[in-house]
């Protein structure tokens, strides 16, 4: 069972719920990877966010070292630009070395991400570390990391906390992969403005004053921070929120994923409604077309 990765008492996702929008003259492309992974993709970019296929199974991931699945990468996303990863987990940070090694785009991250990649090989010249605060210029997007908090996700635990001061051993164990620095991205692509949150908590203080087209917001976060959704929408004020990290991340890339316990997407949904915004749960590699609509004030980020 779990060869396949399938995990008894899960719940199957129903792709019953699941919204394709096609903006007119929609000139950006998201696609969704699973778990937090996401590729924003414009004529003159990709940009890749948290990439995770490779997908091991329980027992994989508890017992030995966790190498990524290269074929399926080179497959899944042949090229790429620049990738996002928002703290270095396995479940977001294990395939990003691996990509930018096959696409040569440049990897932007935390201390700790940049370590990752150094352990599997990738040229410092590929490396943009960041502590956020700053505007990052990827081709026309403009690219600001927001120091955020990794949400207590596990039993009321943050899992695997602290930093990873040196490059660890590659292929790294799930232990070694802590966390460090977690940032949220902003992404502004010109008329399209992008939130990118891949852990169950944030800051207020970091979102404040910010717009967003569209947020993809981690569905666990709804389970283990009050008011999760909801200030998410007061700070932000989206026109879309697009659900991700709902599913086990056990399952093969192109098999029925399964739920995290205790996700009530359905309820997400509803929330996200009540709330005055249009929710886009994707399937995993489904993809969502906006356009780009000019700001006559372009927002201005310190």
């Known amino acids: 069972m779990f060869k396949q990765g399938r995990l008894p008492g899960f719940e199957d996702f129903d792709a019953g719920a699941c919204v394709a929008l096609r903006e007119p003259d929609a000139d950006i492309v998201l696609t969704y990877l699973g778990t937090a992974g996401f590729i924003l993709k414009s004529a003159e970019r990709t940009i890749v966010l948290d990439p995770y296929l490779t997908r091991t199974t329980l027992w994989q991931t508890l017992t030995r070292p966790l190498v990524p699945d290269a074929q399926l990468i080179r497959q899944i996303i042949p090229h790429a630009d620049d990738v996002l990863v928002g703290h270095a987990h396995y479940d977001h940070v294990l395939d990003a070395p691996d990509l930018c090694l096959q696409t040569g785009a440049r990897l932007i991250g935390s201390s700790a991400v940049m370590n990752v990649a150094r352990a599997a090989g990738v040229p410092e010249r590929q490396l943009r570390p960041t502590s956020g605060h700053e505007r990052i210029a990827c081709g026309s997007v403009s690219v600001v990391g927001l120091p955020a908090r990794h949400g207590k996700a596990i039993l009321g635990r943050i899992p695997f906390p602290g930093d990873i001061e040196v490059p660890p051993p590659w292929p790294a164990r799930v232990h070694q992969l802590r966390h460090g620095q977690v940032l949220n991205w902003w992404l502004d692509a010109g008329g399209f403005r992008v939130v990118h949150i891949d852990s169950a908590d944030f800051s207020n203080e970091e979102l404040r004053g910010l717009h967003a087209d569209v947020v993809c917001l981690c569905a666990v976060g709804r389970q283990h921070r009050p008011n999760y959704v909801r200030d998410v929408v007061e700070l932000l004020k989206p026109r879309y929120i697009l659900p991700c990290h709902w599913d086990s991340m056990m399952t093969p890339l ?42 006559p004030n372009p927002e201005s980020l310190s």
């Open 254 to 295: 192109h098999a029925n994923p399964q739920l995290i316990p205790g996700v009530d997407l359905h309820g997400m949904l509803h929330e996200i409604r009540a709330l005055g915004v249009t929710p886009l749960l994707t399937p995993i590699m489904g993809q969502q077309h906006f356009r780009r609509i000019p700001q």
